[in-house]
C-alpha cells in the first residue's frame, strides 16, 4: 500500500488476482476505486517516486519488477531481479530501487537511472519491509 506524495491517491496490490487497485482520495478522506492498474504478475510491494508519477510493483511469483507511469497506467520498463520480489523501496539520493527477497536472503539494487541490477547484496534475515532514510540519503 502506498500513498500519492499530494494525498489524492492511494495504491494497493492486490496479489493472486494481478492488478494494483487504484483509489481516489477525496478533501474528507473517503475513497473511490478508481481504474486498477493490469500487471501480468503477482504484485506484493510497492514503491512512488517523491512526485508520485513513477510507481514501482514487485512481482513475487518471477523475479521482476515493473516500473508504471501513474498517469497512463502502463508500465514503463521491467527490471529481473533473480530474487523473490517482496518489498520495495526507492531511495532518491542515489536513484536505487531496493527489493527484499521474500524466501531468500538478500536485498536486490536496481540502478534506475542505467535501469540495470547493480548487485544483490547477501543479509542474515528475510525482510517483510523497507524504508529509505528521511533524508533520501540512504
Known amino acids: 500500500l502506498v500513498i500519492s506524495p499530494d494525498g489524492t491517491k492511494v495504491y ?20 473511490t476505486a478508481a481504474t486498477p492498474i493490469t500487471v501480468a504478475r503477482w504484485t506484493s510491494g510497492l514503491a512512488l517516486n517523491t512526485d508520485g508519477t513513477l510507481l514501482w510493483a514487485a512481482s513475487f511469483d518471477d523475479n521482476r519488477i515493473a516500473e508504471i507511469d501513474t498517469a497512463t497506467g502502463t ?50 534475515s528475510q525482510p517483510g519491509a523497507l524504508a529509505a532514510h528521511p533524508d533520501g540519503s540512504k
Not at 494497493?12 to 475513497?31: C, N, T
Not at 533473480?82 to 526507492?90: N, Q, R
Not at 532518491?92 to 536472503?105: I, V
Open 12 to 31: 494497493a496490490s492486490r496479489g493472486e488476482p494481478h492488478d494494483i487497485d487504484v483509489y481516489d482520495v477525496a478533501p474528507d478522506g473517503s475513497l
Open 75 to 124: 508500465m514503463v520498463r521491467e527490471f529481473d531481479v533473480g530474487i523473490d520480489t517482496y518489498a520495495l523501496v526507492w531511495v532518491e539520493g542515489s536513484n536505487e530501487l531496493y527489493a527484499s527477497d521474500f524466501t531468500g536472503q538478500a536485498l536486490a539494487v536496481v540502478d534506475l537511472a542505467s535501469g540495470m541490477l547493480s548487485t544483490t547484496l547477501a543479509i542474515e
